[in-house]
């Protein structure tokens, strides 16, 4: 082999060896989000091991009744609806800035820790300041009802009540009535088997 071909085979060589460890290196910087066994069997780039995919949760490592406030607040404000592992609105988007204004909000943290360390907690509030609507939305985020398949109940004073307020708890959820947030008046039960909070009137 002349000297100038020995030299081409040299060069081509350490060129594939740079290319192929510079792909590993991005393989290994793509994967580093997966777990041992996603990046041992492939599941993300397997199709056929598409049935195992694991979705990535925004409660994952979330303890039911440790809930913080501010952890709840970077689920509300993410991309996935934690509850139905969807992505949220525009709609809810929306409403969840002017959710934000209420005054009980301002107070998350002092509700969450006086709910963690007591049986009972009595919560007086100015009329509009998001007691029927915000508290028990609080809850759901706190006690996560949905992996216990366990039902935060809010009783109303009227029918009427029951159902608008379910409507309206929906909404802010971005949840359908009727599925994880219903309600249950007199002849009528508007929930399912995913359902987590309810109103009811009797
Ligand atoms: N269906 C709805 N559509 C639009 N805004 C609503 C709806 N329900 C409640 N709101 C608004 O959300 C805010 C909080 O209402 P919420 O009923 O939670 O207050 P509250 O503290 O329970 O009041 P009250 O003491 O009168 O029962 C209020 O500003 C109210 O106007
Ligand atoms: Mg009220």
């Known amino acids: 082999m002349s000297e100038i071909a020995k030299k081409r085979n040299v060069e081509n060589y350490e060129e594939s060896t740079d290319k192929r460890s510079s792909e590993s290196v991005l393989l290994k910087n793509n994967q580093e989000h997966l777990s041992k ?32 406030a501010e952890q709840a607040r970077i689920a509300e404000d993410g991309d996935i609806n934690p509850f139905t592992n969807k992505p949220f609105s525009k709609r809810y988007r929306e409403l969840l800035k002017a959710r934000r204004t209420l005054p009980v909000h301002a107070q998350r943290k002092e509700f969450l820790d006086l709910v963690h360390e007591s049986q009972f907690v009595v919560f007086v509030g100015e009329t509009g300041s998001g007691k029927t609507t915000q508290i028990p939305q609080f809850l759901c985020y706190d006690i996560l009802p949905h992996l216990k398949k366990k039902q ?28 994880e947030v219903g309600y249950n008046i007199r002849f009528e039960d508007c929930s399912g088997p995913k359902t987590m909070l309810k109103n009811r009137y009797y």
């Open 37 to 68: 066994r996603q990046r041992v069997e492939g599941i993300d780039n397997n199709p056929y091991l598409a049935h195992r995919q694991i979705t990535k949760s925004p409660l994952d490592g979330w303890f039911p009744g440790r809930t913080t």
């Open 152 to 179: 935060i109940a809010c009783t109303q004073p009227r029918r009427v009540a029951a159902m608008s307020v379910a409507q309206r708890v929906a909404d802010e959820m971005d949840f359908k009535l009727g599925e």
